[in-house]
């Protein structure tokens, strides 16, 4: 059973940068395809970036594209989140997730098996 537990979360102002981590357990941390997601309140779970196993490569929402960097560190079992640029509409909850070998394009919330339990960022005018 994979266990993920996030950090980072916080309140910034708009055009700050914050560094969200999601440190992971209980599994081979090097297998697992990682996403982050984040949700408004009112609004569904969105996709905002995932990293492939390997951490060759990254997929990203257009919303983020260009500010959100993914990375991961398989020695120390965690991901990354770097953002940059943060606007208001950046305020949600965010949440990482993964899945074994899951094709990193993939953005459905449903093709994730384990969540962490969330981190709240807020992005003030």
């Known amino acids: 059973q994979v266990q993920l537990v996030e950090s980072g979360g916080g309140l910034v102002q708009a055009g700050g940068s914050l560094r969200l981590s999601c440190a992971t357990s209980?599994?081979?941390?090097?297998?697992?395809?990682m996403g982050w997601f984040r949700q408004a309140p009112g609004k569904e779970r969105e996709f905002v970036a995932a990293?492939?196993?390997?951490?060759?490569?990254?997929n990203y929402a257009d919303a983020v594209k260009g500010r959100f960097t993914i990375s991961r560190d398989n020695g120390k079992n965690t991901v990354y989140l770097q953002m940059n640029s943060l606007k208001p509409e950046d305020t949600a909850v965010y949440y990482c997730?993964?899945?074994?070998?899951?094709?990193?394009?993939?953005?459905?919330?449903?093709?994730?098996?384990?969540w962490g339990q969330g981190t709240q960022v807020t992005v003030s005018s």
């Open positions: 997730a993964a899945e074994k070998y899951m094709n990193f394009r993939l953005t459905s919330a449903r093709a994730y098996d384990y």
């Open positions: 990293i492939t196993w390997s951490g060759g490569d990254g």
């Open positions: 209980g599994g081979t941390f090097s297998t697992y395809t």
